[in-house]
């Protein structure tokens, strides 16, 4: 067995059925039947979504394996055992949101056999960052570390998309790898909501060859799809993921996972960033969600003082940026120009707006994402 496609899944059964029946497709039609198998670990507690598979592998070939848990084991539990049922010799993890493009499977199915990587990263989300002059490009570690060190190293906020549960395809030896060095669990990663992120920061350590491809793996109907609606989360919820980020490399770093150096340099982009996103993030808070979320999304950037310890004047000066930051003047207007040029003059379709997206949510024409909505036995 060539590859495995893991998919944690939670109340999710329709966005499965559209799944199986799109790697079925390609991997019949494409004859990797024994080479590509799918792999669904099944939060929920109702039987429909075992019903879909069970009689999705009754009529097909496709090494389809499920497993129901017997409780909801969070995020975090259900990524781990989706990633644990992997038999193949390389393992990708993939949102049960995500659709596999035809051409893209069969181009990391050449590549695994032809290159035999130890892992492809999918940097379709790094492109702005990475700049690579073509696609895909082969890397050769000069020294240990040295992959993570270059994704440490992307200006911006490029490093915060290793985050990204789809990232990388990694060999399955380094997931047990992982697994062993926690006592054969996720360990004291289990809680923090981003347990993909150490296993590929492990990855990005202990490989000696790595594929880059700024191609999307996804087929586009994916982001349009009625399935898949559009929905948003208030600005403090950012935040509070921005604080898991960060909780999780600081336990890596605990575990030996991360060097010294690795960390330092972690600590310094990640300040960096989290000062500019924390303008960004005022920026799109319209009147009503300013009126709405203030007290609640300075309560949670104020995590980010805590996270790095911040005291004395450092934490005075922090403070007095937030208090700037949120008092009630229009900086709202930055980002509604700049969605304004982009999408009036500049006719870009690509921009998400914001605003609109907010204002559709207040009027009820949606829905608000809570803190890991999806998983109620989440740990806070």
Not at 30 to 47: A, F, K, Y
Not at 262 to 270: C, G, N, S
């Amino acid at each position: 067995m060539l590859l495995s496609i893991c998919i944690p899944t939670y109340n999710r059964p329709e966005r499965i059925r559209l799944a199986l029946a799109r790697y079925g497709s390609i991997i019949s039609r494409n004859g990797l039947t024994g080479e590509v198998e799918v792999c669904i670990s099944d939060n929920t507690t109702t039987n429909e979504t075992r019903m879909i598979v069970e009689k999705f592998a009754r009529k097909s070939s496709i090494i389809t394996r499920y497993k129901q848990n017997k409780q909801n084991l969070g995020y975090d539990g259900n990524t781990f055992k989706a990633f644990s049922m992997a038999r193949g010799e390389y393992v990708h993890l993939v949102s049960d949101e995500d659709l596999y493009h035809e051409t893209q499977l069969l181009e990391f199915v050449r590549l695994l056999k032809d290159e035999k990587p130890d892992c492809i990263l999918l940097a379709s989300h790094m492109k702005k960052w990475l700049k690579l002059p073509k696609s895909p490009v082969i890397w050769h570690a000069a020294h240990k570390g040295e992959f993570l060190d270059r994704i440490l190293s992307l200006h911006g906020k490029g490093f915060l998309h290793m985050g990204f549960i789809s990232c990388m395809i990694i060999r399955t030896s380094f997931f047990r790898r992982f697994k062993k060095m926690n006592g054969g669990g996720p360990g004291k990663f289990f809680g923090l909501g981003y347990l993909p992120l150490p296993v590929y920061v492990c990855a990005l350590n202990w490989a000696e060859k790595m594929v880059v491809t700024l191609e999307m793996f996804q087929e586009k109907e994916n982001f349009s799809n009625p399935l898949t609606p559009i929905v948003i989360a208030m600005p403090h919820i950012y935040f509070k993921l921005m604080h898991c980020f960060f909780s999780t490399m600081h336990e890596a770093r605990l575990r030996g996972m991360l060097s010294k150096a690795q960390y330092d340099l972690f600590l310094h982009k990640f300040f960096t960033f989290s000062l500019f996103n924390t303008f960004e993030i005022r920026t799109y808070m319209c009147p009503e969600v300013f009126a709405l979320d203030r007290e609640n999304t300075i309560a949670s950037a104020s995590l980010l003082a805590n996270d790095y310890s911040l005291s004395g004047w450092r934490r005075q000066l922090f403070n007095l940026y937030l208090w700037l930051l949120y008092l009630p003047l229009p900086y709202h207007w930055i980002y509604a120009a700049w969605a304004w040029r982009r999408i009036r003059l500049m006719g870009d379709d690509n921009v998400f707006d914001v605003h609109k997206a907010y204002r559709k949510m207040l009027a009820g024409k949606g829905k608000f994402v809570k803190f890991y909505e999806r998983d109620p036995t989440w740990k806070k």
